[in-house]
């Protein structure tokens, strides 16, 4: 029942385009995104609410489609920074996140 | 701002010996915090909630009484992990949520883990 990720990885060159997708089998409250590196601790990115909206800071954005229990990270002109595992956290609306398989990152110069 | 500490950020412990896991809001209070733990490669698993004041909500499959918590304020949660044994060798993290305000969620914050290995 974890949301699966897509890609499970992707290797770009730096001033590449990636999108990442996290699918959830249940209805979504929420979303949110967040980058780790190794050996390090998860950093929030962004949160999206109900409601299909689209957030965005920098090169990164993302988007949640409600009706299709999905949601979408867009890293445009990776940096790389940008490197790392990517995490979406779902809401269903427990109080708690469950964390979808990850979608490793590398961006080479 | 929202920034968590972890202490220590690893430990080596031998077999049958107890490991306590401080997680601490430094800026913010926290109502809740998470439990997690992460094994290599592998995504982030939840092991229980932790509120202030009240006894921890585990996940189904983590055992109370091995996973000790302890939500003693609202700026401080402790994991003790009583009785280690190599298969607990894990990447333990915690997080922190600040409550979100009108219709902004709340947000959880994580700390740098702590890398525990059990001999």
């Known amino acids: 029942q974890q949301p699966v990720q897509s890609p499970q990885a992707v290797i770009l060159r730096e001033g590449e385009d990636a999108v990442i997708n996290c699918s959830s089998s249940?209805?979504?409250?929420?979303v949110h995104w967040y980058r780790q590196k190794h050996g390090e601790a998860p950093v929030f990115l962004m949160i999206?609410?109900?409601?299909?909206e689209q957030k965005g800071h920098d090169k990164i954005s993302a988007s949640f489609n409600e009706k299709k229990q999905q949601s979408s990270l867009y890293l445009t002109a990776s940096q790389l920074s940008y490197s790392g595992t990517y995490f979406c956290?779902?809401?269903?609306?427990?109080?708690?996140?469950?964390f979808g398989t990850g979608t490793r990152l590398l961006v080479s110069p | 701002g929202a920034v968590v500490s972890q202490h220590p950020s690893w430990v080596i412990c031998k077999s049958g010996t107890s490991v306590k896991i401080e997680c601490r809001s430094l800026?913010?209070?926290?109502?809740?915090m998470f439990w997690y733990r992460q094994f290599p490669k592998q995504s982030l698993m939840l092991m229980a909630t932790?509120?202030?004041?009240?006894?921890?909500?585990?996940e189904q499959g983590v055992e109370k009484d091995k996973f000790l918590i302890n939500h003693a304020s609202l700026t401080l949660s402790t994991l003790t992990v009583t009785s280690a044994h190599p298969e607990d060798s894990s990447f333990y993290i915690c997080?922190?949520?600040?409550?979100?305000?009108?219709?902004?969620?709340?947000?959880?914050?994580f700390g740098p883990g702590t890398r525990l290995t059990v001999l």
């Open positions: 956290g779902t809401d269903w609306g427990f109080q708690k996140l469950v």
């Open positions: 999206l609410l109900k409601g299909g």
């Open positions: 800026d913010f209070q926290a109502t809740t």
């Open positions: 997080s922190a949520q600040t409550r979100g305000v009108f219709y902004i969620a709340d947000t959880q914050y």
């Open positions: 249940k209805a979504l409250y929420s």
């Open positions: 932790s509120n202030e004041g009240s006894k921890a909500t585990y």
